[in-house]
């Protein structure tokens, strides 16, 4: 079972400070963390992702400092997905979704089976493989954010760390993702993803509440101390209710 | 087999066929233009044989390996950069190579006033190619050292333009100095093929032997890299270290090139650009393929230089210069119709 612990993350950024004591313990399942913008969450989940060493705190991989892992032991265990993902250059979609199998396969080594096998069930699960040979300027922005999505999920890492997997996606696919990430839970995954989509974010295990750099609140995402905390966070602009057996935020439209 | 392969073999036989029938016209080219019934003439003669053999396939073989050297690095430093339009020369090897070249022609041309017999014997010695291949490869490690590192790719372009712009003026003050070096180094940034000799050949044949499996090894981290840094480094690769790897490699294969050669323009830019035109793949291809498409698109400028008005001979880089030059402006013209 991977678990993953920050213990009083705190980073500068410019002289600005993005986060502040910042403590989390994640295990297997779907944590969304949101919060109102510049609350720190995609710097938080960089830091969680070993991509920025922070200059307070300390985050644990299954016990051992996330520094004192070799860095492709680590990357098997953790995969990262970027906000600003996009892809360039001349690789079809399946060359690039393959390269999540760098991890495994380092620089040199040749794809074998099972790593075409784990290209095409990624590929699958993010609903990309029927433009396998195609390349990212023939593809739009949602097509290229599954793609994108495939090569994170390609990793086959026991955590999952997507900072706004839902971008530039339909409705339709980020209900097919929100099933996916509910799935990727159920079977074990130490699933993490920055959302601002609060009602997708509520479809997740538990929820984390960033605000200013701090943990605001944090719980069972039917939690009501935390849905109002999340309504004073967004200064009462949204509403939260139960529809369907589900919770939905719903933004207050009166302009 | 998908279109993409098909694109692949077919442009990897058309480079190595074209490689073969240029090759075999560098062979036919001499004083009086082309002629496949003079090669055969010649060879039938000691003098011509020896032409042929001493003179001509060298220079054939030299220019395809110095095309290949500045095609390999060309992709390399495109695909690091993340640039379709980056040049092997943006890190300092150019003006590196031009000053060192600059500095032995002014110690030559004051050695006969000043310097000893034994000190000019010595700079004789260590030559043009020896001052031409340190100095760029010096030029490269003051980028490096510039841009601490190669762990940012934008701190490594600046750093370079940065030690374009200080060699270049170093080598012009030399020069103002020592203005019986002009000649030479302006012989030397128009390139040449002429003086491209069997030692030249196995310098240069050794040096792609290495680079370019080496660079070769290190393909799928620019594939890597085409998905951002932070992405390349998610996924385990010790970056910063197989960055300078590339950047060793960009620099070996480019200074051995214009030690040999001189600045010979556009082939390192335009070779992977059109290996990428035709067949666009991952950067394992492309380094091969781009190395390839580099020989032959300077083997095909010397046979040109050494034909268009023989018996005169055109300087082979203010060719490619040219045929660079023209490429980019129909692409220009291209893309803005479409």
Redesign the interface.
Known sequence: MTSLRATGIGVSLGGARVLDGVSLDLRPGWTAIVGPNGAGKSTLLRVLAGLRTPDAGEVQLDGVPLAAWAPRERARRLAWLTQQGSASGDLTAREIVLLGRLPHLGIVASPGAADEAAVERAMEEAECAAWRDRRPQELSGGEQQRVLLARALAVEAPLLLLDEPTTHLDPPHQVALARLFRRRAAAGTTLVSVLHDLSLALVADRLVLLERGRVRAEGPTDDPALHAALVEAFEGAIRIERVGGRWVAFPHLEV | M?S?GERRLRLAFGLAVGSVVIAAAGMAAGGDGWSPAGLFRALANADGRFIVLQIRAPRTLGAWLTGALLGLSGAAAQGLF?NPLADPYLLGSASGAVLGVVLVLAAAALGGHVVSVATAGAIARFGLVGAAFVGALLGVLLTLSLARGAQETMHLLLAGVVVGVLLTAASDLVTSAAPDALRGKQAFLLGSTGFLGWQSCAFMALGLAVTLPAAW??A??L??L???T??A??????LGR?RIALVVAIAFATALAVSQAGLIAFVGLIAPHLV?RFA???HGY?LLAGAAAGGLLLLTADVLARTVIAPQEVPVGVLTAILGGGYLIWLLRRRRAA
């Not at chain 2, 480094?233 to 010790?238: K, N, Q």
Request: hydrophobic share 40%.
């Open positions: 998908t993409d993340r090894r290190l799928r981290v594939d890597a085409t998905l951002g932070e992405t480094a998610s996924l385990g690769l010790a197989l990428r666009p793949a991952t492309t």
